[in-house]
Each structure stands twice: as structure tokens, then as C-alpha cells.
């Protein structure tokens, strides 16, 4: 058999077994968040990627102000980390409290006080998976990586050996705190993003990205 056919077959082989294995990794409803017991299945989300929500009847344009609490890192026994060092968790923890504090700000003034028009928001990083080094990369431009992504991308799926992000996200009135929102989520990059598959942490800060969007989508 020639080599490069072999080479090529194992490379597929490769890859079919690292997507059955990223497959795997859904968000739950992470039982030591504080808003875990008010959450549902959201049935209206076909995407996935938020499989868990709560809400209430809210005015959003009330609120012009907002207290973002540290990210939190999530110790559960249920959490999604893999075998992430801790090193890297906290990095990660860093990126979004950096990124959600930056969209934020270009809708709300960014405050540390309860008052009245202020709403309180924590994020719990629950999960993440990192790029698989090298690989990742490779599979946009392998036969069989092409056409997995191709799919992935149709339906705005995962890519091949890419990374990802999961957390929650607990919103509250700040003068009362009181729950009304509250959300589990999975963010990945585009299957054909090439530059989030550099750097094991790349398509998990992509994530944030596109987390941090749809928040402020949903709350303007």
C-alpha cells in the first residue's frame, strides 16, 4: 500500500476519533450553580448551544447600568474541564471577565454599587475543552476534515478537533436581587475558522467572543 494513502487513512482514523470524543461534551445543568433548580430544557433553541434556560417578563431598556461580578471558576463535581490545568482555567476566567466587561460597556455604565436601574450579572465558568496542537489546524485542509467541517459549518456545528467554551450566566435586578435570567451555554468558533485553532485556548476565547455577543443581543 502506498505510504501517503496509509498515512492518510490513519489521519482520517484519527479524526473520527477525536469528533466522536468532542461529541461528547454537552453542557449540563451544573448542580452547585445557585440558579440550577429554576432552569429548563430551552426547546425553542435549535442551535444547542443553549440547552438550559430561565427567564421572566423583563424590560430590558430599563437598566442602563450594570455590576459584573468576578467570573467564577466552577468546582462542581459535574464541571466540564477535562483534564485542564488549572493555570488554564484561570486564564480563560480572565479572557471573559475581560471581554463581557468590554461589550458591556458599550451599552451600560459599568458600576460596583447596588441602585435602582442596575442589573448584576455572574458568569460561572463550568467547562472548556482546548484545540487538539497541530491537528486541529491540519483537518480544514484533509479530505475528510473538509468535508466533516463542510457539514459543521452548514449548520453552524463544531469543527473538527476544535476547542470550546461553557459556562453560566445568572442575571439579577440588583436593587432586589432578584433572579431573572439565567442561561448554560456552549460557544465554539466556526468550523472554518482557522485562526481559532492556534493555541490551545484560541477557539475557547472564541467562544467568549460569541457569548459575550449574544449577551448583549439578548439584552439590548
Avoid at 482520517?12 to 476519533?17: K, N, Q
Avoid at 471573559?96 to 448584576?120: D, H, K, S, W, Y
Avoid at 456552549?186 to 492556534?198: L, N, S, V
Avoid at 485556548?201 to 449577551?215: E, I, P, S
Wanted: hydrophobic letters at 45%; charged letters at 20%; glycine letters at 10%.
Amino acid at each position: 500500500m502506498d505510504r501517503s494513502i496509509a498515512l492518510r487513512g490513519l489521519g482520517t482514523l484519527m479524526l473520527g476519533a477525536a469528533v466522536t470524543g468532542c461529541a461528547s461534551v454537552a453542557p449540563v445543568p451544573y448542580a452547585e450553580m445557585a440558579s440550577s433548580a429554576y432552569m429548563a430544557p430551552d426547546k425553542s433553541d435549535a442551535s444547542g448551544r443553549v440547552p438550559y434556560r430561565y427567564s421572566t417578563p423583563v424590560d430590558w431598556r430599563a437598566y442602563n447600568k450594570v455590576i459584573l461580578e468576578p467570573v467564577v471558576v466552577y468546582r462542581g463535581k459535574d464541571h466540564q474541564f477535562g483534564d485542564m490545568s488549572d493555570q488554564d482555567k484561570a486564564t480563560l476566567a480572565a479572557y471573559m471577565q475581560t471581554r463581557f466587561a468590554e461589550r458591556l460597556r458599550g451599552r451600560f455604565v459599568l458600576v460596583r454599587e447596588r441602585a435602582p436601574n442596575t442589573l448584576r450579572i455572574r458568569l460561572t465558568l463550568t467547562g472548556a475543552v482546548a484545540n487538539t496542537p497541530v491537528l486541529g489546524t491540519l483537518s480544514r485542509f484533509d479530505m475528510a476534515g473538509a468535508v466533516y467541517n463542510g457539514v459543521q459549518a452548514a449548520r453552524d456545528g463544531e469543527g473538527m478537533m476544535t476547542g470550546s467554551v461553557i459556562y453560566g450566566v445568572e442575571i439579577f435586578d440588583a436593587s432586589t436581587s432578584r433572579l431573572i435570567s439565567a442561561y448554560v451555554t456552549k460557544q465554539y468558533p466556526g468550523a472554518y475558522d482557522i485562526k481559532a485553532t492556534a493555541g490551545a485556548l484560541a477557539a475557547a476565547n472564541a467562544g467568549v467572543d460569541k457569548g459575550a455577543d449574544a449577551l448583549m443581543a439578548q439584552l439590548n
